[in-house]
């Protein structure tokens, strides 16, 4: 079963710092066009940073300069860093990737999420 499994959540006061793991595990061929998103209460889920299918990277205006993605191939795992974080950016954190499977076919995946939250 292929899944991804977010880390690294947590409480961090206002001016922290976080970095977010997102591992992919099953019998994966490759992955592409994987992103962060985040969804705070009462709002709808946004992508807040990701990767296109060309590798190139893209950030929401209300966290860049802040945050950064970045990934590892080699372990199938991707970070979010995040840095001078503020109390609008408490929510659940989600990753997501479109993984192609060594038997062939590709799947779009969402993570089960991990709490972020930033206290003033």
């Known amino acids: 079963q292929v899944q991804l499994v977010e880390s690294g959540g947590g409480l961090v006061q206002a001016g922290g710092s976080l970095r977010l793991s997102c591992a992919a595990s099953?019998?994966?061929?490759?992955?592409?066009?994987m992103g962060w998103y985040r969804q705070a209460p009462g709002k709808q889920r946004e992508l807040i940073a990701g990767?296109?299918?060309?590798?190139?990277?893209n950030y929401a205006d209300s966290v860049k300069g802040r945050f950064t993605i970045s990934r590892d191939n080699a372990k199938n795992t991707m970070y979010l860093q995040m840095d001078s974080l503020k109390p609008e950016d408490t929510a659940i954190y989600y990753c997501n990737g479109n993984i192609f499977l060594q038997r062939g076919g590709v799947v779009n995946i969402w993570g089960q999420g991990t709490q972020v939250t930033v206290s003033s």
């Open positions: 990767f296109t299918s060309s590798g190139s990277t």
């Open positions: 099953g019998s994966i061929k490759s992955i592409n066009a």
